[in-house]
């Protein structure tokens, strides 16, 4: 799949329009505990995590997925990272943590913020 810097940066201010009208939400359910421990781990608030996916560009772009869940298989869920500089809950040592972001985009716009976790293994970045 031919992937150009306009279609992500087209995409992104689509996420960023829905994040900016509150439509959207991060997944924390029991199937997403890493998404969990971030904010257990960290000290990091729905604003700060709204921050870190509005400053996302292009070239924090890593993948598109195509989404495996039954039914919906005609969706494509769009891969990110982010390094930030977050405060551990216990203790008081700041450090830099790369996130994995891992969006999905429904057709009426919501967005859902599948993946919002640290990353478990280093991302290959699209256009860096």
């Known amino acids: 799949m031919e992937i150009n810097k306009k279609d992500i940066e087209n995409y992104l201010a689509e996420v960023k329009s ?3 009208n509150g439509r959207y939400r991060i997944d924390r359910n029991s ?6 421990d971030l904010f ?10 709204r ?4 400053s996302l560009t292009a070239m924090d772009f890593s993948m598109i997925l195509q989404n495996e869940h039954k039914g919906f298989e005609h969706e494509k869920l ?3 990272g ?4 977050l405060l551990e809950r216990i203790g008081n040592e700041e450090k830099t943590v790369s996130i994995y972001i891992k969006f999905n985009k429904l ?3 919501y967005v859902i913020v599948i993946s919002f976790h640290e ?4 991302l290959s970045y699209y256009f860096r």
């Open 40 to 49: 257990l781990n960290y000290i990091i608030d729905e604003e700060k995590a």
């Open 51 to 54: 921050e870190i996916l509005l």
């Open 119 to 122: 990353q478990k293994y280093p």
């Open 78 to 80: 769009y891969v990110f």
């Open 107 to 109: 057709e009426n716009c």
């Open 82 to 85: 982010k390094d930030v500089v």
């Open 31 to 36: 199937k997403r505990q890493g998404n969990m």
């Open 18 to 20: 829905a994040i900016n």
